[in-house]
């Protein structure tokens, strides 16, 4: 095989002496509440969206058209300001996520994940007490820009504080959190709909428990060492360190994290730095990981599950029952990947998954296509049950591989001093693609009709073809060693690695990176 299929050898690096103390534990649960806040904004609009009283208050125009029995099903919910309920919190979260890039490197990892957790709780009551749709549109907004805070912040803080062996887990444990928060979402909806005329308002606000959890958890951990000994307050960071690793021999980490500091106080301009390249291959990757993440159609399913049941013939509560569903697969097949991901390693996840999401999104696209006309209202129960099977078998696919892993590989490839603008840079990419997505599905929906799904099985060709010759395996590979032993070997990547760049001397990272190297 053409693609970095070599074996990797046993690891010579060094293991830092580490306990798992309740300090790392109260942090697993800081990802926890990050990670359920921008799950839960994900889930709650699409059932929110396919409410009639909720309709009937901010969007009458697509009430009726919902109602009217000439309407095309596939156009029923095709209105820009529906969509852009749906869109805003990701364009103004993608926005943010510069600012918080500064502030999560000057201010810390801690105010950051405040921030954000402030953002969420202004955005729930605006969202939750909404009387028109502009101040509905200004929540979402504050709530976008809650989830850019804490997508930049918490996994770096969860990176940064967990000891080495467990770093891999934890950070799936953020995307295990994303699927529960999602699910939570659509229980809620399950259980709003019956409330009227103001279930939207509970299911909107319930937001608040998660906003809450963060801002709360926020002000009890303390900031990581790294980001105390980068900030100069070498002292407290070091006690920090002694505190979280539950031992007084931390001399080795950190020498290690003053060492890391010092080169990324030369690194005067981290994205420029990025764009040098030997860190093309990383940065190439991690743009590409996210369009493709977006491209596997998957966000048509979490926002829109419900509205797409609906489309589909289901009655609402139907509708909703089965967005639970695909939830609860979502939750449990992510479990799959947090056992599976270094065992088997992400190739052979991502690669498996390709062929589940092609035949499964093929399957669909046929069933409607043969048995779904423009306005029969039902698909009958048969196949509608076997249409919620294949969306099933669609989205177990990509909770074990581009869910977790589209999140994973941009996180452990890059080095020290480009890791933090490289994370702004992934999800920045991240949550645009999510927008376009969010912006654009009901009006493909209605153009394409049930050719959406062959739209977007064509991109799972292409993202799987992408991985059988550039995505290098990166499983058991310590972060440090990535460059030697990843891309280095590499058949494709190793010509971006063997020269340096001017560049790099002027603003100092060279010398500093050449230190760096064990
Ligand atoms: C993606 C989200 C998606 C979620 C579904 C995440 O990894 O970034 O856009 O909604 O997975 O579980």
Redesign the pocket.
């Known amino acids: 095989m053409p693609a970095a299929g070599f074996s990797v050898s046993a690891s010579a690096s060094s293991e830092f002496e580490a306990k798992i103390t309740p300090i790392v534990i109260i942090s697993c649960f800081m990802a926890a509440t990050g990670g359920l806040m921008f799950?839960y904004d994900?889930g709650i609009s699409g059932g929110v969206t396919s409410m009639d009283d909720f309709l009937i208050k901010f969007f009458p125009a697509v009430y009726r058209r919902k109602h009217e029995t000439t309407e095309s099903n596939y156009c029923k919910y095709d209105n820009q300001g529906l969509q852009l309920f749906t869109s805003s919190l990701y364009l103004a979260g993608l926005t943010a996520t510069f600012f918080a890039s500064y502030t999560t490197r000057n201010l810390g990892r801690r105010l950051t994940m405040l921030i954000a957790g402030i953002f969420f709780i202004v955005g729930v009551i605006l969202t939750g007490a909404a009387q028109d749709l502009p101040m509905l549109i200004v929540g979402r907004i504050l709530l976008g820009c809650g989830v850019g805070f804490a997508n930049q912040a918490v996994p770096l803080f969860l990176s940064e504080i967990a000891p080495t062996r467990i770093r891999g887990g934890l950070n799936i444990l953020f995307?295990l959190n994303?699927?529960i928060g999602?699910l939570f979402a659509s229980l809620v909806n399950y259980g709003t709909d019956n409330i009227h005329p103001w279930g939207w308002r509970l299911s909107l606000s319930l937001a608040g428990i998660p906003a809450l959890l963060l801002t709360v958890g926020a002000l009890l951990v303390v900031d990581t060492p790294n980001s105390l000994i980068e900030r100069g307050r070498l002292e407290e960071g070091k006690a920090v360190l002694k505190k979280i690793r539950g031992t007084e021999n931390v001399e080795p980490e950190y020498n290690e994290i003053l060492e890391a500091s010092r080169i990324s106080h030369q690194v005067k301009h981290p994205f420029r730095n990025l764009l040098q390249r030997r860190n093309r291959p990383q940065l190439i990757i991690a743009i590409l990981l996210q369009i493709f993440?977006?491209f596997t159609g998957?966000?048509a399913i979490?926002f829109y599950a419900p509205v797409l049941f609906n489309t589909l013939g289901f009655k609402s509560s139907a509708a909703l029952y089965s967005a639970v569903i695909t939830g609860a697969v979502?939750v449990l097949s992510t479990v799959v990947s947090i056992y599976s991901v270094d065992k088997v390693g992400r190739r052979v996840l991502l690669l498996e998954a390709g062929v589940q999401m092609f035949l499964s999104q093929v399957v669909i696209a046929v069933v409607l296509g043969v048995k779904l006309s423009d306005h029969s209202d039902n698909l009958g129960r048969g196949y509608g049950i076997f249409v919620v099977v294949m969306v099933c078998t669609f989205v177990s696919s990509?909770?074990w591989s581009w869910?977790?892993l589209?999140?994973l590989i941009p996180s452990e490839t890059f080095p020290l001093e480009t890791r933090s603008a490289g994370q702004s840079v992934t999800v920045c990419v991240?949550l645009l693609f999510?927008f376009v997505i969010a912006q654009a599905f009901l009006s493909m929906l209605c153009h394409l009709k049930y050719g959406i799904f062959v739209f977007f099985s064509a991109w799972v060709v292409v993202m799987s073809v992408f991985v059988l010759f550039f995505l290098p395996e990166t499983k058991n590979v310590p972060i440090e060693e990535m460059a030697e032993r990843v891309w280095k070997q590499h058949w494709f990547w190793k010509r971006f690695m063997d020269d340096d760049d001017d560049d790099d001397k002027s603003n100092g990272a060279d010398g500093a990176v050449k230190k760096a190297q064990p």
């Open positions: 799950g994900v995307q994303v699927t999602i993440q977006q998957i966000n979490m979502n990509f909770a869910g977790p589209g999140w991240n999510t």
